[in-house]
């Protein structure tokens, strides 16, 4: 099956400058795992778009690095 | 991987938390595992706490019976009485081993618990505005007890030897590792079909329900020959628009807060969500004095700052920067409401997995619990008594079976369906599929419910079993995902069959058939169960309605049928 790229607005943010290297909380906490760690830079990103806005990720990070925005389509 | 267990639970939120504690205290030398699809630590509907229990029968506010009088009411009249009192009768012990486990409940300066009037008739919404750290104090309790916990990896189906209960099997969604578990006793406790209809915004995980619950319970019981009840009594519940989370009368309520619609009167004695109360909802949103709203712009400053502390520290916190990005504050502003999606769920309305009052399924060896088993407006409090009263129960069934053999042919087959989408990674991802299936729903399932609608519908969801063989997954977590979608179109095939099959209406817009508009108790004041035939249909039958425990007066009866405010009350009470 042929491959297409979009563009999306991802509702979790993570501050890669406050991000711990090596911590993994939010991608543990998540419920849907929708995070996951840059092996290269061993920080934490969104890797997909199933979000609940439910918030364990930005209230468990010791960094205070991440924030959780209403998704687009419901803003 | 292999395990064997003495007793498994699947599903480590709320009800499958407290199984697990208490089947472990109940047997500390023998193996308890506790299967969750994400991590415990966050998992279930009360990822962030809770912030009430909505349905607490406390010794001086309530009598069991009087609680079990306002569900049979409040339900139309279909319930297992029994398995009601069994809940009432226990939930208050509950409640306190939860506050000796360090949850906190609103007590009064006196200390005790401190309930408010949200139901028609009782008291028995108990508010935990410092509800948030519900699963910290369940983790570290399952912890200390030493129960075996497995995170990531999500049960597809049951494992059965001779009709006993003999495992599940599954799969690591992080590493796809087929993993079969042998066990004596298997409590599911995997929540509600909360991603059945789709929400009005189009967001596939933007749904009432923890979107993690996609119905796994309730197929993963068909699949295994249990009964399940009423599936046509839908859950449909009153949300803020968009965001589609609580409002949240029942916070708002014992405040001053309440429904209106947009000429700002009340239109509804009672903000308890019931399927009556839902209709009179569905009306007034649908007539010229629509839309509805949530209003508490009346109220002191002070009470609404105290609202704001515990609607957007609990519950569904992030509603707080839901109103704050348009701008919107319940002190100038009423907050819109609309209806979300259909799905299942038990533990707002009354459909799930047939137990009895010791949480048994039809099933030997096989128990229910929270918001998939077929206890009626369970809640919160519900699971959690539930959980407990399964894990009593099973703890005595396993010391009187022996070991089950697992029959490798059932293994096979499993570990075939669910890896081949990783065989076929150009196959239709999950997401359209899995939007396709559920835009579906939302054409031809949503109530008001029209006999033809519904018939089509049943052809898409039996034609999608093709796109579900089709679809590809190109890494384990995609594979959750497709595996999701089978339990989806599963709990859709039900859903259509069982509205079909009851030829009436009942439980107000839960299940309002447009030919069929009335209740019609000659035929259909009976529990409809449904369950898989071995030649893999689904057939019904009608389950008689037990003699009630707890008679009802005549008064009682008219009670939730007359939810709405008729004019002239309107104006005077019109704030
Ligand atoms: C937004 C919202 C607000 C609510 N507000 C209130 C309230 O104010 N008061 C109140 O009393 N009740 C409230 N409820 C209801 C209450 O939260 C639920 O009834 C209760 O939490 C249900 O517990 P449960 O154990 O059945 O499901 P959950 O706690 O959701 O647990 C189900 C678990 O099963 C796991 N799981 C699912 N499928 C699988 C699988 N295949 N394999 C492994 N694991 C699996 C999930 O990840 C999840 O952890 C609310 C519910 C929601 C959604």
Not at chain 2, 261 to 275: K, M, V
Not at chain 2, 406 to 423: F, G, K, T, W
């Amino acid at each position: 099956m042929p491959q297409a790229t979009q563009h999306f607005d991802l509702p979790v943010v993570v501050d890669q400058s406050k991000c711990i290297e090596g911590c993994r909380v939010c991608v543990e906490v998540c419920p849907l795992d929708a995070l996951a760690i840059n092996p290269d830079t061993r920080k934490a990103y969104m890797a997909r778009d199933e979000c609940w806005y439910c918030t364990p990720c930005q209230v468990d990070c010791p960094a205070n690095a991440v924030t959780v925005n209403i998704p687009y389509l419901l803003r | 991987m292999e395990i064997i267990t003495e007793i498994l639970v699947i599903g480590g939120g709320s009800a499958g938390s407290v199984a697990a504690i208490k089947a472990k205290e109940a047997m500390p030398d023998r193996t308890v595992l506790l299967l969750e699809k994400a991590n415990i630590r966050r998992s279930g509907a009360i990822t962030m706490g809770m912030d009430g229990l909505n349905n607490a029968v406390m010794p001086g506010h309530a009598e069991p019976e009087d609680y079990v009088k306002e569900i049979t009411l409040a339900n139309d009249g279909i319930v297992n009485q029994r398995a009601l009192l069994r809940y009432a009768q226990n939930s208050a012990a509950m409640v306190s081993e939860l506050d000796s486990w360090g949850v906190k409940f609103q007590k009064t300066s006196t200390g005790e618990f401190d309930m408010k009037k949200v139901h028609h008739n009782g008291r028995y919404v108990l508010p935990m505005p410092e509800g948030y750290d519900l699963k910290k104090i369940l983790c570290r309790k399952i912890r200390r007890v030493g129960v075996r916990v497995e995170n990531r990896i999500m049960a597809t189906r049951l494992i059965l030897d001779a009709g006993r209960i003999a495992g599940a099997m599954g799969f690591n969604t992080r590493t796809g590792e087929f993993v079969i578990i042998r066990a004596k006793a298997v409590i599911l406790a995997c929540g509600a079909c909360g991603r059945l209809g789709l929400p009005a915004s189009g967001y596939l995980y933007g749904t009432y329900e923890m979107p993690t619950n996609a119905g796994d319970g309730y197929s993963m019981a068909f699949h295994a020959g249990a009964e399940l009840s009423n599936i046509e009594c839908f859950q449909i519940n009153p949300l803020i628009k968009d965001y589609n989370g609580p409002a949240c009368a029942y916070v708002a309520g014992p405040f001053g807060g309440h429904t209106v619609n947009a000429q700002g009167h009340r239109f509804i004695q009672c903000d308890y969500w019931s399927g009556q109360m839902m209709m009179e909802f569905y009306r007034e949103l649908h007539s010229g004095k629509g839309p509805v709203y949530l209003k508490m712009n009346h109220l002191a400053d002070e009470t609404i700052s105290e609202i704001e502390r515990i609607m957007h520290t609990t519950e569904r916190p992030s509603r707080g920067l839901f109103h704050a990005n348009r701008g919107k504050s319940y002190r100038h502003d009423m907050v819109e409401m609309h209806i979300s999606e259909i799905g299942l769920c038990s533990g707002h309305s009354a459909s799930g997995v047939w137990i009895n009052e010791n949480g048994e399924t039809t099933v030997p060896g096989l128990y229910a619990a929270g918001d998939m088993a077929s206890i009626p407006h369970n809640y919160l409090l519900g699971a959690f008594t539930f959980g407990k009263i399964c894990a009593q129960h099973a703890v005595e069934y396993v010391k009187t079976v022996s070991e089950p053999k697992i029959d490798p042919a059932q293994v096979e087959a499993e570990r075939d369906r669910v890896l081949r989408p990783l065989s076929q990674p150009d196959g239709y991802p999950h997401h359209q599929v899995e939007y396709k299936l559920r835009r579906m729903v939302n054409d031809y399932l949503q109530p008001p419910k029209l006999t033809t609608r519904m018939e089509i519908g049943l052809e898409h969801f039996i034609r999608a079993k093709a796109d579900l063989d089709q679809m590809g997954a190109r890494n384990p977590h995609d594979l959750m995902r497709a595996m999701e979608a089978h339990f989806i179109r599963d709990c859709a095939e039900m859903a259509a069959r069982a509205s079909l099959n009851r030829t009436e209406s009942r439980w107000g817009l839960y299940h309002y058939r447009v030919e069929y508009p009335v209740s019609d108790n000659a035929n259909w004041f009976v529990h409809q169960n449904l369950r898989r035939t071995p030649d893999g249909n689904m057939e019904f039958i009608k389950r008689p309605v037990a003699p009630y425990v707890v008679p009802l007066e005549k008064d009682d009866r008219e009670s939730y049928s007359r939810l709405r405010i008729d004019e002239s009350s309107t104006i005077t009470q019109a704030v």
